[in-house]
């Protein structure tokens, strides 16, 4: 009996207890990203979920019916395309015949005008010749009235041919202009490009919208609460549940000033845990506070009256642990054992 009394004076004075300590784990919320009505809750609290599997269901009917009209929109570029490549090359065909023929007419209206204005150059000849006979009583004034006539017609036959020139040369400008239609239609198809990729990215933004309303476990973990039932609606950011990590736990401890000199990052420490009586657990001292946790109390402790009691500050700390079989579960109250060597 004395040397057990011996042995717990002993560790009295060389080791330094903690009992402010409890288990520690990241709590994660997730939420969710897109409005609507939730369909399927497909977890409870407290169980253990593996990474991507489903949590909750959110309403995807409109998300869906999005989609589909965006498949049938895009869908339907490569047929726009295709019609107006055929608009193009028929376009192309008739009016490059077309341009051919006007300006093959337009050459034999040139043609003609010239035989035109020789006939009438001929005519004028002639009538002067016989104008002259008839002065000098050779011929008689009949035949200067023919002649004339004949000038008159070959000068009519000049203006008509000339008038076909210039109905050839619009003509040309016609098929000329109604070829521009080709660029229109050009432009036309180049503009599905862009039209075709905005759609490719809005059915891109509408498939991650559908694929956010199954909301899914971003690791293995296991869920803490449940914050929303089937049937509620649910708006973007609202919190759905509560989950942890039970592989990734620590435990966090505040020590008395007097004694953080005993636990220096990198340390070594026993951890007990007062529902596992008998356990111990080997830990590690990782991080250590650099303010004391009166320094973050939300209520200020002011002291007007100008009395003080000085009353020993406390340092966090945190300590990484294994964790053993799931053993060790957030807000167990723990004790933290370090060796008080300096």
């Given at each position: 009996m004395l040397g057990l009394g011996g042995r717990w004076l002993h560790r009295q004075f060389t080791h330094i207890?903690?009992?402010?300590?409890?288990?520690?784990?990241?709590?994660?919320?997730v939420s969710s990203r897109l409005p609507g009505w939730v369909t399927a809750v497909e977890v409870a609290e407290g169980d253990a979920v593996r990474k991507g599997a489903v949590l909750v269901r959110v309403d995807d009917r409109e998300s869906r019916a999005q989609a589909r009209e965006l498949e049938a929109q895009l869908a339907g570029v490569p047929l726009r395309r295709a019609e107006i490549d055929a608009r193009i090359a028929l376009a192309d065909r008739q009016t490059r015949s077309e341009v051919a023929v006007q300006r093959a007419n337009v050459e034999a209206t040139k043609a003609a005008l010239a035989a035109a204005k020789a006939q009438r150059v001929l005519a004028a000849a002639e009538h002067e010749r016989i104008v002259d006979l008839v002065r000098l009583g050779m011929v008689t004034p009949l035949r200067q009235d023919q002649t004339l006539a004949a000038l008159e017609t070959a000068r009519q036959q000049v203006s008509i041919a000339e008038a076909n020139l210039q109905r050839a040369h619009a003509s040309v400008a016609q098929a000329q202009a109604a070829r521009e239609n080709l660029q229109v239609l050009s432009r036309q198809r180049a503009e599905l490009g862009p039209e075709e990729e905005r759609l490719r990215a809005v059915r891109a933004r509408a498939q991650f919208d559908l694929e956010d309303r199954v909301v899914t476990m971003p690791f293995d973990g296991v869920v803490n609460r449940l914050f929303v039932d089937r049937g509620e609606y649910v708006v973007p950011g609202q919190r759905l549940l509560m989950a942890h990590d039970?592989?990734?736990?620590?435990?966090?401890?505040?020590?008395?000033?007097?004694?953080?000199?005993?636990?220096?990052?990198?340390?070594?420490?026993?951890?007990?845990?007062?529902?596992?009586?008998?356990?111990?657990?080997?830990?590690?001292?990782?991080?250590?506070?650099?303010?004391?946790?009166?320094?973050?109390?939300?209520?200020?402790?002011?002291?007007?009256?100008?009395?003080?009691?000085?009353?020993?500050?406390?340092?966090?700390?945190?300590?990484?642990?294994?964790?053993?079989?799931?053993?060790?579960?957030?807000?167990?109250?723990?004790?933290?054992?370090?060796?008080a060597d300096d």
């Open positions: 207890v903690v009992t402010d300590a409890r288990i520690a784990a990241d709590m994660v919320v039970p592989a990734r736990v620590r435990v966090d401890a505040n020590v008395k000033e007097t004694d953080i000199r005993f636990f220096r990052p990198g340390k070594p420490v026993a951890v007990t845990v007062d529902a596992l009586p008998g356990r111990t657990f080997q830990g590690t001292v990782e991080r250590v506070g650099q303010a004391a946790t009166s320094e973050f109390a939300l209520l200020p402790n002011p002291n007007p009256s100008g009395n003080f009691t000085k009353i020993t500050q406390r340092l966090p700390i945190r300590v990484a642990v294994r964790q053993i079989d799931g053993l060790l579960k957030p807000g167990m109250m723990v004790e933290v054992e370090a060796v």
